[in-house]
């Protein structure tokens, strides 16, 4: 067990919808990672948050939103959603904004779009 | 913008056996990171390291920064042992934020 915890596990829902996905760190970590696996691309990276600041931005979607929380949980916010958004949702956490640091890893969120 | 190329992709071995896992990255970097998937779907983090070797239990990683190449060794491999390693560094290597660019998976199958 990461101490990472992410809800739902799955999720199941329609195309044009928009979903939420929810991601609690480790206690102590400030840093919140985003990333997301599908079957053609594999694992990306979408976006990070230390201490409730976005710090750094990868493939992410302008459809897609994020948030960390003062607590310093963080939720990824996926909207019109369309079928190629099915896919593994990972967040991990870590210590320090720098990427030279051990990330601990989330179940993922499976999210599918019928 | 970094690349990481992984080698193999699928690799079966029979248990007892020592495995070898090979990843190359283009940019210089000062930390990578493998990481192991379970059939179920969740990650761990197995090491990171920024030079020389680590080892935990069976496991061995190696790193060579000056020729962007790390290895990832299991020793008396296990049945366990099956499921897919993944290598993994930062995107750019500047060495503040920054999210990881990750290999293709290596897919390890252990038969008793």
């Known amino acids: 067990d990461s101490g990472v915890t992410q809800t739902p596990k799955h999720l199941i829902t329609a195309t044009g919808q928009r979903v939420t996905l929810r991601c609690s760190p480790r206690s102590g970590d400030l840093s919140v990672y985003w990333y997301q696996q599908s079957l053609d691309q594999g694992l990306q990276f979408l976006i990070q948050?230390?201490?409730?600041?976005?710090?750094a931005k990868g493939n992410i979607l302008e459809r897609f939103s994020a948030q960390q929380f003062p607590d310093l949980h963080s939720e990824l916010n996926l909207s019109s959603l369309e079928l190629g958004d099915s896919a593994l949702y990972f967040c991990?956490?870590?210590?320090?904004?720098?990427?030279?640091?051990?990330?601990?890893f989330g179940p993922g969120t499976r999210l599918t779009v019928l | 913008k970094n690349e990481v190329e992984q080698s193999p992709q699928n690799l079966t071995a029979q248990e007892g056996e020592f495995i070898t896992i090979n990843c190359s990255y283009s940019?210089?970097?000062?930390?990578l990171h493998w990481l192991q998937q379970h059939p179920g779907g969740g990650i761990v983090s197995l090491f990171m390291l920024s030079s020389g070797k680590k080892k935990h239990g069976r496991l061995i990683a190696t790193i060579n920064i000056q020729e962007k190449h790390s290895s990832l060794h299991i020793t008396a491999s296990h049945p366990r042992d099956s499921a897919v390693y993944i290598c993994a560094v930062p995107m750019y290597s500047g060495g503040g934020a920054d999210g990881l660019t990750f290999g293709k998976g290596t897919h390890l199958i252990i038969q008793p």
């Open positions: 991990a956490s870590s210590v320090a904004v720098s990427s030279y640091n051990e990330q601990f």
């Open positions: 940019v210089g970097i000062s930390a």
């Open positions: 948050y230390y201490n409730g600041e976005e710090r």
